[in-house]
């Protein structure tokens, strides 16, 4: 693997905050955790306004500009055997079926190998394709979440991909159980951004960034619904922290879920169970469509939900035409 470049991470502050938790939002990765953004402005890696500043509490307003510089560091990233599925591949990308409890990439505040540990030992073209501590790697799913991801084998296809995702040219579907019931379709348009009371947690705010995801009611059983979430934008957290707004908690979620719908699953209810995209290079149409895992099912069934679900998942389409 080689180095990173130094490079500038540059933007306007869009709230009054302290200074670690605005470079935080600026950043805007949730593998980067508070205490290595405050080593970082500790050690004059932070500039406001063009003045170097050292305080993580200092405060700063809308429309300062703030540069943060990311050092190049030699990648510790190597080949590992990590378990995970493929769906398709060709010389220019890969769809992945990601399992549970599997971080996607490398960072500062994370520890154990990753799913990019076994990319690289699984296609070791991949090294050399977007950043070294996270190569091929054009968009995440967090740790708890399982299911589709594609991930690009060449430079030609991730700068491609990239930019599809950004112009929402990636369709993306997932299952989430929630704790409420709902009848009929929805969608939730509110910006999303870091909550001021933890840092580390996403919420709604008047200073987010736009975020709109659209829900479609599946399956009932008592008081929980079974929905497909797409999602329009990539927020982080944003299926969780809309359908928390909406008042309707993801089952099993630690971190935005309620006090009764924490137990009723064994991980976060979210399932990547659909991807669909024109390929970059050939322009064929990609479909792929991941079964609901065997934890999840059996949390379902356990609810007293119907196995004619699963079926449902397991019917699309893999492939291209």
Same mark, same amino acid.
């Given at each position: 693997?080689?180095?990173?470049?130094?490079? @500038?991470?540059?933007?306007?502050?869009?709230?009054?905050?302290?200074?670690?938790?605005?470079?935080?939002?600026?950043?805007?990765?949730?593998?980067?955790?508070?205490?290595? @953004?405050?080593?970082?402005?500790?050690?004059?890696?932070? $500039?406001?306004?063009?003045?170097?500043?050292? $305080? +993580?509490?200092?405060?700063?307003?809308?429309?300062?500009?703030? !540069?943060?510089?990311?050092?190049?560091?030699?990648?510790?990233?190597?080949?590992?055997?990590?378990?995970?599925?493929?769906?398709?591949?060709?010389?220019?990308? &890969?769809?992945?079926?990601?399992?549970?409890?599997?971080?996607?990439?490398?960072?500062?505040?994370?520890?154990?190998?990753?799913?990019?540990?076994?990319?690289?030992?699984?296609?070791?073209? *991949?090294?050399?394709?977007?950043? +070294?501590?996270? +190569?091929?790697?054009?968009?995440?799913?967090?740790?708890?979440?399982?299911?589709?991801?594609? =991930?690009?084998?060449?430079?030609?296809?991730?700068? !491609?991909?990239?930019?599809?995702?950004? !112009?929402?040219?990636?369709?993306?579907?997932? =299952?989430?159980?929630?704790?409420?019931?709902?009848?009929?379709?929805?969608? @939730?348009?509110? +910006?999303?951004?870091?909550?001021?009371?933890?840092?580390?947690?996403? &919420?709604?705010?008047?200073? #987010?960034?736009?975020?709109?995801?659209?829900?479609?009611?599946?399956?009932?059983?008592? #008081?929980?619904?079974?929905?497909?979430?797409?999602?329009?934008?990539?927020?982080?957290?944003?299926?969780?922290?809309?359908?928390?707004?909406?008042?309707?908690?993801?089952?099993?979620?630690?971190?935005?879920?309620?006090?009764?719908?924490?137990?009723?699953?064994?991980?976060?209810?979210?399932?990547?169970?659909?991807?669909?995209?024109?390929?970059?290079?050939?322009?064929?149409?990609? !479909?792929?469509?991941?079964?609901?895992?065997?934890?999840?099912?059996?949390?379902?069934? $356990?609810?007293?939900?119907? *196995?004619?679900?699963?079926?449902?998942?397991?019917?699309?389409?893999?492939?291209?035409?």
């Amino acid at each position: 693997m080689g180095n990173e470049t130094t490079r @500038v991470v540059s933007g306007l502050v869009e709230a009054p905050n302290r200074l670690d938790i605005a470079v935080l939002d600026l950043i805007d990765d949730e593998s980067v955790s508070r205490s290595w @953004v405050q080593r970082a402005i500790r050690g004059g890696k932070v $500039k406001c306004n063009g003045t170097t500043l050292t $305080k +993580p509490s200092y405060r700063v307003k809308v429309g300062d500009r703030l !540069e943060v510089t990311l050092e190049p560091r030699l990648s510790q990233l190597v080949p590992a055997d990590v378990k995970f599925g493929v769906l398709f591949y060709d010389e220019h990308l &890969a769809v992945i079926d990601k399992p549970p409890n599997l971080v996607v990439h490398p960072a500062p505040s994370v520890d154990g190998l990753t799913l990019c540990h076994g990319l690289l030992s699984r296609f070791p073209q *991949i090294s050399t394709v977007g950043s +070294p501590d996270r +190569p091929g790697i054009v968009h995440r799913l967090d740790k708890d979440t399982s299911g589709l991801m594609v =991930v690009a084998l060449s430079s030609t296809a991730y700068a !491609e991909l990239v930019s599809m995702i950004a !112009e929402r040219k990636v369709k993306r579907r997932y =299952v989430v159980a929630v704790e409420g019931s709902v009848s009929a379709p929805f969608e @939730v348009s509110v +910006p999303i951004g870091r909550d001021s009371r933890n840092p580390t947690r996403m &919420a709604v705010v008047p200073y #987010g960034k736009p975020a709109l995801t659209r829900f479609l009611p599946l399956a009932h059983v008592g #008081g929980i619904t079974l929905l497909e979430a797409e999602l329009l934008t990539g927020r982080t957290h944003q299926i969780r922290v809309h359908l928390k707004y909406s008042g309707l908690p993801v089952l099993g979620d630690q971190t935005y879920g309620s006090r009764t719908s924490i137990p009723l699953a064994p991980r976060v209810f979210l399932h990547s169970y659909y991807l669909a995209f024109e390929h970059p290079i050939t322009s064929c149409k990609m !479909e792929f469509v991941s079964c609901l895992p065997e934890d999840l099912m059996h949390s379902w069934l $356990k609810l007293g939900g119907d *196995i004619i679900v699963h079926s449902a998942f397991c019917s699309g389409k893999q492939g291209q035409d």
